[in-house]
Nanobody
Framework: QVQIVQSGGGLVQPGGSLRLSCAASGDAANFYHAAWYRQALGKERERVATFAAGGRTTYADFARGRFTISRDNAKNTVYLQMSQLKPEDTAVYSC?????????????????WGQGTQVTVSS
């Protein structure tokens, strides 16, 4: 069973920066895909950014140019660096990490969620 532990987050002033971390247990060699999501109070969850094995990244329009998703394979950790934060970025941010395993000749995929962390952008 893979465990996902998130860290980072908190209160930051508009224009400030924060870095979120998402550390996974287990074998980093089985990493397949990761994504950050956020959910603001009263709103639906939305995807912020994704990172695929091989390094390909994607971003939501609101995140592009301000947020950066990255991964440290040695630490089996995914990061979300957020800058130029705005009050509308206030939300609970959660990571989802997917691993692949070869089982009886077929690839099987399992994804795991972090516990979520509050990010509040306010003066």
């Amino acid at each position: 069973q893979v465990q996902i532990v998130q860290s980072g987050g908190g209160l930051v002033q508009p224009g400030g920066s924060l870095r979120l971390s998402c550390a996974a247990s287990g074998d980093a060699a089985n990493f397949y895909h990761a994504a950050w999501y956020r959910q603001a109070l009263g709103k639906e969850r939305e995807r912020v950014a994704t990172f695929a094995a091989g390094g390909r990244t994607t971003y939501a329009d609101f995140a592009r140019g301000r947020f950066t998703i990255s991964r440290d394979n040695a630490k089996n950790t995914v990061y979300l660096q957020m800058s130029q934060l705005k009050p509308e970025d206030t939300a609970v941010y959660s990571c989802n990490v997917e691993f692949q395993y070869l089982e009886l000749g077929d690839w099987e995929y399992y994804d795991y969620w972090g516990q979520g962390t509050q990010v509040t952008v306010s003066s």
